[in-house]
């Protein structure tokens, strides 16, 4: 799993450690907010993308989080799976409409909430709704584990 920051802005580094692993029989998984390109070294390697496009509740400007193009380009890889860190419901529909102009799928959830108890409140909050529009729920496994504390 490569994470942290975004991943993307050391691509070509990034492809050759993919094709290094890949020679070793290594599976990597790359995490990406989705505003830049892959490259095309990266998007024919054997990676896959976790692509977590930010939604209107992290206060970002829209043009500086939903890029068309990079989304694009993402939805037509087929090692790309798409999750979202969702507060509430209200976050869903906002899904449900990139799901419907980009075609993305498949789709995670993730409860946004820095503590075990407000975690698994929202994801309690979101379960039924999420399952019913057939995409994925996921906790967050660290923050269930270990709470807000970086570097675990």
């Known amino acids: 799993m490569v994470t942290g920051g975004e991943p993307l802005l050391q691509r070509d580094g990034l492809a050759e450690l993919v094709a290094s692993l890949a ?14 390109v892959p490259g095309p070294a990266l998007a024919a390697s054997t990676a896959q993308f976790n692509v977590g496009v930010k939604l ?7 043009d500086r989080r939903v890029r068309p193009d990079v989304i694009r380009t993402f939805a037509e ?14 976050d869903l529909d906002e899904i449900s409409a990139l799901e419907a102009r980009f075609g993305l ?4 959830v993730m409860p946004e909430g820095t503590d075990t108890e407000s975690t698994l409140a929202v994801m309690r909050s979101l ?8 995409w ?7 923050i269930l584990l270990w709470g807000d ?3 675990r």
């Open 56 to 62: 209107a509740n992290s206060g970002m400007r829209e």
């Open 77 to 90: 890889m087929t090692a790309c799976v798409w999750k979202f860190v969702v507060r509430d419901l209200a």
């Open 105 to 108: 799928a498949p789709i995670w």
């Open 149 to 151: 504390v970086r570097g």
């Open 23 to 36: 020679t070793m029989g290594k599976r990597v998984e790359i995490e990406t907010n989705g505003t830049l």
């Open 127 to 134: 379960a039924d709704e999420v399952l019913a529009r057939g």
């Open 136 to 142: 994925y729920l996921t906790p967050r496994l660290h």
